[in-house]
């Protein structure tokens, strides 16, 4: 499997069906979380008319979080703002991306973990043919209209960040041949994947994103990565390995620091928003047989980055950067599994300490059933 | 009763029932965590030996948390490091107290939402052998809470450690809901009829009761719930006039708790008496009587409070005191009981807006209608 390991997986399965103590907890849980994706709607891009410049309504669209009018160009291109999101800005086509994968994940997992009595699979399927397969519905596998700007461009590379939440769709498609589901929804779709990871691998958009310096090139590499262990693709895997490595080089400091993260105007924020991403990318890799957690990639590290985060976990006051939106920055799922997989004493230390502090009001802490993207071993 | 309505207890107890959805969740924590504490042994105080100068086995004992030795006068009296717990003072009768207060209202939360009366039969227990049972029975006071070495026996502000009464006298009510009378809850009305003439008489309760800051607040809170559960209606009257009072001194004009900012955790100081302010608004309001919305004299109100602090969960790299321990401050059923109860909007807003600021972070906010807070909140 490519965010998991099938035995954990299946033993995890057994206990949940098995429902002693705090497993019929957790079952409890993912049976709410499955019986409310399956009573959400199927919303497809073509629910939603966009201004994308194509005017074809099959075209995901979507407009620039931080992107405002000028108020000394009212009619000229809008402005950068970082970090202030603008409520205006078009996100019904993110919006319902998200939850077509976010719905299908639930409820194959479901299904998987509880069997399938209540036609959660079939409900996947449902949402998955609307979505991506219909041709009244589908929406085209691209993003070239994604994170445009008001009077400066129709689309930019940094639209792909919105992709992410595909690691839930790939992570159902896999579930999927676990359960032995074979269908046209879920060739057509893992298909409709394939021209996706064709058109990231190949278009001016998509290269601009894969080289963009940042969490935006992380996490491109994570869902390539992803993309590539779905598809079979190994020379393609080989390569986005190749390019995380250097994004562990070139992205962190010898501290632990997320230098180009920290600068930003919620720089706590986007720390662990990276930091998530390379444990993302982590995770794939070493289901894959590659252990980037215990990687010394020129001094730096995961350790020293899960480190470096965790004083900030431990002590929000002294966070010395800005984070104007006042969250206070957090990164569960990449702590939890840090400290099953760092195998320094420092660096395991310091993940364990990181979701301890976050015992005190979250009982479902060592819940493998979390908003999760992958599964520990 | 006391901390909620039947209706919100039936209610509640309907869709727990029922199954669905988070209520399943709930139902399914709810009978994990009554299981578990059904099979552990009942540990009482006088399971542990300990310093109280009395000798007698049956006296709750502890030191207070901020007191260290002296560098300067290693076998004298202890000095104060506000913030700072010492990990070797004397705690297990501390630890034992709530572990039965909590195990207590766990098992009659289970046991009425469940209909399971063995969880009720199990707190009945519990009960008997912690505040009845004469040989392993606690004595009805605090005279030796948070003694200092070198320095006093035990002091006043130890009755803090009180407050996990209110899971146990939550318990009884429910008790009662059910209809459930026998020697053990014979036992322990008197326990807290007892406990509450100490409270109300002896030197160390009324040294607490007039101490101001947190202590006073949660003290009231106490007496009035015990004056709730034992039907004494004039001393119920006189606490929450005496609530009053307490909080308009304690507040600025703007909404701060000025007695709280000055610690050197201020922030979940200032979260920890909004807390017990909610929880007496609350139980107020359960016998008819809106503190909510009282003005406590020149504009000084539980909105005043709930605007103040509002901002600060929303953002918490703002708070402009001291918080050395680093922890960001808290109070999500104090806020989710405002953003009900408040009438003025520019308070209810505010209320709701700390809550929203919560769920960034905390995705299990609201998970569950059963959580380990003071009260139980019943909109």
């Given at each position: 499997m490519i965010y998991a390991n099938e035995m954990t997986m299946q033993k995890i399965r057994d206990s949940l069906r098995a429902g002693k103590g705090m497993d019929a907890v957790h079952a409890a849980w993912l049976r709410w979380r499955a019986d409310e994706a399956k009573a959400a709607p199927s919303l497809c891009v073509t629910d939603y008319p966009s201004p994308a410049a194509s005017g074809d309504p099959h075209d995901y669209f979507s407009e620039g979080p931080y992107w405002w009018p000028d108020p000394k160009n009212p009619d000229g291109p809008y402005i950068r703002r970082d970090g202030e999101t603008n409520p205006e800005r078009y996100d019904l086509h993110p919006k319902a991306l998200g939850a077509v994968c976010r719905d299908s994940f639930y409820l194959l997992l479901a299904a998987y973990h509880l069997g399938d009595k209540c036609g959660w699979a079939e409900r996947a399927m449902e949402r998955m043919h609307a979505f991506f397969l219909d041709p009244a519905t589908k929406m085209n596998p691209n993003m070239n209209h994604g994170q445009a700007i008001r009077n400066l461009t129709p689309g930019r590379c940094f639209g792909i960040i919105e992709a992410v939440c595909m690691h839930n769709l790939i992570f159902a498609l896999d579930l999927c041949t676990q359960l032995g589901i074979e269908n046209d929804t879920v060739t057509g779709t893992k298909a409709w994947l394939a021209e996706f990871n064709h058109w990231l691998r190949t278009s001016p958009i998509g290269i601009g994103e894969r080289d963009s310096h940042n969490n935006h090139s992380m996490w491109y590499t994570s869902l390539v990565m992803a993309l590539a262990r779905l598809l079979g693709h190994d020379d393609e895997f080989a390569e986005d390995c190749g390019r995380f490595e250097n994004h562990m080089r070139r992205q962190l400091d010898e501290e632990g620091k997320f230098i180009d993260e920290a600068k930003r105007t919620n720089g706590f924020g986007y720390c662990c928003y990276n930091l998530s991403a390379a444990a993302t990318a982590c995770e794939i890799a070493h289901f894959a047989g590659?252990?980037?957690?215990?990687?010394?990639f020129d001094g730096r590290s995961m350790s020293k980055a899960v480190i470096w985060l965790r004083q900030y976990f431990a002590n929000p006051y002294k966070w010395p950067y800005q984070q104007i939106n006042g969250a206070v920055g957090d990164a569960p799922m990449a702590m939890a599994a840090a400290a099953v997989r760092l195998t320094d004493e420092a660096g395991q230390n310091a993940a364990k300490a990181a979701l301890r502090s976050r015992a005190a009001y979250n009982p479902y802490r060592d819940s493998i059933l979390g908003p999760t993207l992958f599964h520990l071993d | 009763m006391i901390y909620t309505t039947p209706a919100a207890m039936r209610s509640i107890a309907a869709s727990i029932r029922a199954g669905k959805g988070r209520a399943g969740m709930s139902a399914a924590y709810l009978r994990w965590k009554a299981e578990e504490v059904s099979a552990r042994p009942t540990e009482c105080l006088t399971d542990f030996v300990s310093p109280a100068v009395s000798g007698d086995p049956h006296d709750f004992f502890s030191e207070g948390p901020y007191w260290w030795p002296d560098p300067k006068n290693p076998g004298g009296p202890y000095i104060r490091r506000d913030g700072e717990f010492n990990p070797d003072r004397f705690e297990e009768h501390y630890r034992v107290l709530h572990v039965i207060c909590e195990d207590t209202l766990t098992l009659m939360l289970a046991a009425y939402h469940l209909d399971e009366r063995k969880y009720a039969d199990a707190a009945l227990s519990k009960l008997h052998a912690f505040f009845v049972d004469e040989k392993t029975r606690m004595n009805?006071?605090?005279?030796?809470?948070q003694a200092i070495r070198g320095v006093c026996s035990g002091r006043y502000i130890g009755i803090i450690d009180a407050k996990c009464l209110h899971r146990v006298i939550f318990a009884l009510d429910i008790l009662r809901e059910m209809a459930i009378e026998n020697e053990t809850t014979a036992g322990m009305r008197q326990w807290i009829a007892d406990m509450y003439n100490w409270l109300r008489t002896s030197k160390h309760g009324i040294g607490e009761k007039n101490h101001g800051n947190n202590h006073s607040t949660w003290y009231i809170a106490l007496t009035i719930a015990m004056a709730r559960f034992l039907g004494d209606e004039e001393g119920f009257a006189a606490d929450c006039a005496f609530f009053c009072t307490l909080t308009e001194k304690q507040l600025s004009p703007d909404g701060a708790f000025t007695d709280e900012t000055t610690r050197t955790n201020a922030f979940t100081y200032c979260c920890f008496n909004i807390i017990g302010a909610a929880l007496i608004c609350e139980m107020a309001h359960c016998a008819g009587v809106d503190l909510w919305n009282r003005d406590f004299g020149g504009g000084k109100s539980m909105s005043a409070v709930i605007r103040w602090i509002a901002p600060y969960f929303a953002n918490p790299y703002s708070w402009p005191y001291k918080q050395i321990n680093g922890a960001v401050g808290d109070a999500p059923m104090a806020m989710l009981a405002a953003s009900v109860r408040l009438q003025d909007e520019a308070g209810r807003a505010a209320a709701k807006a700390a809550l929203d600021a919560r769920s960034a972070y905390d995705p299990w906010r609201n998970m569950m209608p059963i959580g380990s807070t003071e009260f139980y909140f019943a909109p």
């Open positions: 590659r252990d980037y957690w215990n990687t010394d | 009805p006071h605090f005279e030796y809470g």
